[in-house]
């Protein structure tokens, strides 16, 4: 039970107290006693971390350039068990962390004050664990743009939905009602989302506003052609 619930097996001076309570109740103390433990967070937070793809370098290109601030977003999974904090609030912080925080890119470093405000925009990272070549040199960065909100569904879809989106980029699911269409359309609204507010501007402006002598040059938002109509996806 030890090893299921933390990960370690138990020490000799713990065995020998549960061999030694002879109350009714000595079982169930024990596993209030690891469920209590931090080592149950770090244990089972490794499940989550693994569906959205935890990683602590962008995993594009060659560089493989470090993601210097990925362990809060590991802290925020870990806090978040052991505190058995509810489903839907540990969803609802990571798909809209800044929503809840209402912050901005013009009011994050007074937000950041705030613990909660804190945690909710830490929660947003779950946005941007899909490997990542937008802010390293790469050939072509409008390839590097779409091709990580395409991993950013995929991992949105098959932590929540329990499916992967995948095959729908380029044809309707053959077995699942998932058409093209929709598959496009939840890329335009990542698009926006990750790539164009939480992902570039917002999180750099938290990080600086926390830990500004440990901050990395910033990445950039590159400007686009604006498509005619008859270019843009319907």
Same mark, same amino acid.
């Given at each position: 039970?030890?090893?299921?619930?933390?990960?370690?097996?138990?020490?000799?001076?713990? /065995?020998?107290?549960?061999?030694?309570?002879?109350?009714?109740?000595? !079982?169930?103390?024990?596993v $209030?006693?690891?469920?209590?433990?931090?080592?149950?967070?770090?244990? *089972?937070a490794? #499940?989550?971390?693994?569906?959205? &793809? !935890?990683?602590?370098?962008? &995993?594009?290109?060659?560089?493989?350039?470090?993601?210097?601030?990925?362990?809060?977003?590991r802290? !925020?999974?870990? %806090?978040?068990?052991?505190?058995d904090?509810?489903?839907? $609030?540990? @969803?609802?912080?990571?798909?809209?962390?800044? =929503?809840?925080?209402?912050a901005?890119?013009?009011?994050t +470093?007074?937000?950041?004050?705030?613990?909660?405000?804190?945690?909710?925009? @830490?929660?947003?990272?779950?946005? %941007?664990?899909?490997?990542d070549?937008?802010? $390293? =040199? /790469?050939?072509? *960065?409008?390839?590097?743009?779409?091709? /990580?909100?395409?991993?950013?569904?995929?991992?949105v879809?098959?932590?929540?939905? &329990?499916?992967?989106?995948?095959?729908?980029?380029? #044809?309707?699911?053959?077995?699942?009602? @998932?058409? +093209?269409?929709?598959?496009? &359309?939840?890329?335009?609204?990542?698009?926006?989302?990750?790539?164009?507010?939480?992902?570039?501007?917002?999180?750099?402006?938290?990080? #600086?506003?926390? #830990?500004?002598?440990?901050?990395?040059?910033?990445?950039?938002?590159?400007?686009?052609?604006?498509?005619?109509?008859? %270019?843009?996806?319907?």
């Amino acid at each position: 039970m030890t090893l299921d619930i933390t990960g370690l097996p138990p020490t000799p001076e713990e /065995v020998d107290a549960f061999l030694a309570d002879q109350a009714p109740d000595a !079982y169930e103390k024990v596993v $209030d006693r690891l469920l209590a433990s931090p080592a149950y967070g770090e244990r *089972w937070a490794r #499940h989550w971390l693994d569906i959205v &793809g !935890y990683a602590d370098s962008n &995993g594009f290109a060659e560089a493989d350039s470090p993601r210097l601030h990925a362990w809060r977003y590991r802290d !925020y999974v870990i %806090r978040s068990f052991n505190a058995d904090k509810p489903w839907s $609030d540990f @969803i609802v912080e990571q798909l809209a962390g800044d =929503e809840l925080a209402g912050a901005t890119q013009t009011n994050t +470093q007074q937000a950041v004050l705030d613990p909660q405000k804190r945690e909710n925009l @830490i929660a947003t990272a779950f946005l %941007r664990m899909a490997p990542d070549g937008t802010g $390293d =040199e /790469v050939p072509t *960065w409008k390839l590097a743009r779409n091709q /990580v909100i395409a991993e950013e569904l995929k991992v949105v879809s098959s932590s929540l939905l &329990g499916l992967t989106v995948g095959c729908a980029q380029c #044809h309707d699911h053959r077995y699942d009602p @998932i058409p +093209q269409p929709t598959t496009i &359309g939840c890329g335009r609204f990542l698009n926006r989302r990750t790539i164009g507010r939480i992902g570039v501007r917002l999180f750099n402006a938290f990080i #600086h506003s926390t #830990h500004p002598q440990n901050t990395p040059k910033p990445m950039r938002l590159r400007s686009r052609p604006r498509l005619s109509k008859s %270019r843009r996806m319907r």
